[in-house]
Each structure stands twice: as structure tokens, then as C-alpha cells.
């Protein structure tokens, strides 16, 4: 289990008023790097070989809100399957050992043709509980969902001149402000005194889209609980193709207190075109 600690800060807070979603990505991808260098592979060894990190997918749990100046700490496992995709699970626990979110990602090295590069040090196994994989059923074309063009920016583009799995957050981020400005106007969030609080998800990475690019991506609803509702997201190119889906789940909170609250009627009544037909 390698540790990594770090402090969060001031603009890491998100219009809710608290640390990000997209900040614990960063962290752990900050974490993953560092693995990388203790196992002979720092970022500066990969470029130079023109190596690429490529991530294949992404899931995530939040456990408890944080704010700025909290001292987290990243514990990371990590284990490579046949394929020589590596699987990192990591716990991110507060100064006190509370956990406040778990992050899984699988994530590969790949040489200048493509093939997956075998890190020998990091243990194969075929253990279902120490690998994960994201399989997201596709979207039927019957289903009604809202669709919002993209830009993918190069200023998103790291060092390996691809998306890092922190943008593939940012994207379906951006879509689901896309998706509930349009249906819902922000504005109504204050007024019904309502906002939902990103719980957790699953992200299948087909493939990358590429900086520069225009995508489309497409929104509808799973289904809605009493006090929960399954959001989900494909990004797709402009021919067509699948390249990423997301499912993840909004817990309804009353804004003024962030506590759980069920659905109001006046949000039911305007998701309800877009929810899945079962």
C-alpha cells in the first residue's frame, strides 16, 4: 500500500462549496505517477521513450465532504492483470483516518507502437476483488435524451498528448450543468431550495476523445429513487462513434442545509421526458 499525502486548497472548492470531485482525480493521479517513478518509470522516462499513459476507465465513491486545508491522505494499491493494464484502487482518508472518497482506475503504459509495456515489479493476478472493469449497457435509440455539442480544449491535453482521466470528469461535468440549465434553469435550484450531490460512478473509456476535437455528448436518466436519481452520459464523435459512457448517481439535497431530501415534484416534472423508458 503506497501513501501520499496532500493539503487541499482554497480554489479547489466547487460552486457547492466544497472540494471538487475532479480534486480527488487529481490526487490520485498524482499518486499514480509517483508509483510509477518507484517502480523506474518516472514521467520524464516515458516521454522521452514517447511512451503514453492511456486511461480505459474510471470509478469513483465519495464518502465525505471536505474543505480547504484538509490534510488527505492517498493509500494506493495496485495490481496488472494478463493484459498488463494496471489496476489502482485508491482509499483517501482525512486527518483523523475517516474515509472521504475511494478512487478506481485502470489505467496502461503503452510504447511508441501501441502495445502494452509489462511493469514486471507490480503483481499479475486474476483475482476478481483486486481488479475492476466498467461495462455500461449502450444506449437504446429509442430512449429521449438531451444532446449539447463539445469542444474538446488542448489546453486539456497533458504530456502524453492525450486526455488524463481528470478531463474525462471535467467533460461530463460540463454536461450535466449542459443538461440541468437547460431543463431545470439553475435558477429553479434556489428557489425550490434543491441541488444533488455527486455520490459516485463508473466510467468506460472506448476511447479517448482527442484534444481539438468536437464531440456531442448525450444525456438522460437511469432512473429515480426517492432521494436518488442515476445520471447517465455518452460522449460521442461527430461521425457517430461511441467513445466514452458514464453512469453515476445524484443524491437530492436540500441546498440551505445539504441534507438528503426527496424529490421535488417541480423537478420530477421537468426530468420526467428524459428519464429511461423501461
Known sequence: MFEKKITTEYYDLDWNRH??????EKFAYASRMQILKDFGYPISKMLNQEDKWISLSSKVRFLS??????????????????????????????????????????????????DFVSIDSVLTTEDKDK?????????????????????????????FWNLPTESIWKIFEEGRFLFFNEVLDLGLIKKIDTST???GGE?????????????????????????????????????GKILVRMR???????????????????VLEQIGKYIRSQ
Not at 480547504?68 to 486527518?95: C, P
Not at 466510467?203 to 464531440?215: A, C, D, N, S
Not at 445524484?250 to 442545509?257: E, I
Open 65 to 114: 465532504q471536505q474543505f480547504e486545508n484538509s490534510i488527505l491522505t492517498v493509500k494506493t494499491a495496485l495490481n496488472r492483470d494478463k493484459r498488463d493494464q494496471l489496476h489502482f484502487y485508491h482509499h483517501i482518508q482525512d486527518s483523523n483516518g475517516i474515509p472521504v472518497c475511494n478512487v478506481w482506475n485502470v489505467s496502461a503504459l503503452a510504447n511508441s507502437n501501441g
Open 131 to 159: 481488479l475492476f472493469d466498467v461495462k455500461l449497457d449502450e444506449r437504446n435509440p429509442s430512449w429521449n435524451t438531451l444532446s449539447h455539442n463539445y469542444d474538446i480544449p488542448f489546453t486539456d491535453m497533458n504530456g
Open 197 to 199: 450531490f455527486f455520490m
Open 248 to 266: 453515476d448517481e445524484q443524491l437530492f439535497v436540500a441546498l440551505s442545509t445539504s441534507r438528503p431530501r426527496k424529490a421535488p415534484k417541480e
Open 203 to 239: 466510467i468506460e473509456m472506448i476511447e479517448l476523445p482527442k484534444p481539438g476535437t468536437k464531440v456531442i455528448i448525450h444525456s438522460w436518466i437511469d432512473s429515480v429513487e426517492k432521494i436518488r436519481f442515476y445520471f447517465r452520459q455518452d460522449i460521442v464523435s461527430q461521425d
Open 19 to 24: 472540494v471538487n470531485s475532479r480534486t480527488y
